[in-house]
């Protein structure tokens, strides 16, 4: 059974880097046949998925237009984990953020979620 | 607005038969992309509850079906239970934005 446990502070002021790790239990970050993904939730802009991180053969990454200047998802094969880095955050990244596997489209697996508030 | 259109609200009577829309377009659901659906409980991260439009995962009820019609899907849920109140999201592709996106959700309210 897939696990997966996030890790990464709840508040972080205007301007800074919001910073989450989701560690990974019961498969590889670096399998051939799924993706790893961020997707947040907010009252005002429901499910919104960030962007994802996937091997084959390579690392590829892929971004979210509205979020695609600030936003870094690094995998860590030495701790079998990713991660999500999202640069000047404002009060509208207020959100739960919840780290995923994808598979065939779909997330088959999601973190227990971590609320994260901007706010100085 | 989301991309995905779904009803805000749907309700039934234990033991009913709800059905749950999602309408999108020619650059998603219109366009081959696959769908899917997660039930969200309170307080708890989204679970997959139907993907590739009718499949269910290990575990999920055979109470719960889904189907495709052009540019919609749609979730039915028979034999209503107090423990299905949940929101319910759909989920599939979008080949103008390059992204996955998700209705607004609905909220289902067992009477």
């Known amino acids: 059974q897939v696990q997966l446990q996030q890790s990464g502070p709840g508040l972080v002021k205007p ?25 947040r939730q907010s009252p005002s802009r429901g499910l919104e998925w960030l962007g994802r991180t996937y091997h084959r053969s390579k690392w590829y ?3 979210a237009v509205s979020v695609k200047s600030r936003i870094t998802i690094n995998p860590d094969t030495s ?31 999601w973190g227990q979620g ?7 | 607005q989301s991309v995905l259109t779904q009803p805000p609200s749907v309700s039934g009577a234990p033991g009913q038969r709800v059905t749950i829309s999602c309408t999108g377009s020619s650059s998603n659901i219109g366009a081959g992309y696959n769908v899917h659906w997660y039930q969200q409980l309170p307080a708890t991260a989204p679970k997959l509850l139907m993907y590739a439009y009718s499949n269910r995962p290990s575990g999920v009820p055979d109470r719960f ?25 759909c989920h599939s592709y979008d080949s103008s934005l390059n992204a996955w996106v998700f209705g607004g959700g609905t909220k289902l309210t067992v009477l």
């Open chain 1, 114 to 120: 971590t609320l994260v508030t901007v706010s100085s």
């Open chain 2, 65 to 89: 079906s889904g189907s495709k019609s052009g540019t919609s899907a749609s979730l039915a849920i028979t034999g209503l239970q107090a423990e299905d109140e949940a929101d319910y999201y």
């Open chain 1, 61 to 63: 990454k892929e971004y």
């Open chain 1, 15 to 39: 301007s800074q880097t919001l910073s989450l790790t989701c560690a990974i239990s019961g498969d590889t970050v670096s399998s051939n046949s799924v993706a790893w993904n961020w997707i």
């Open chain 1, 79 to 109: 701790k079998n984990q990713f991660s999500l880095q999202l640069d000047s955050v404002t009060p509208e990244d207020t959100a739960i953020y919840y780290c995923t596997r994808g598979r065939d489209g779909y997330n088959d697996f």
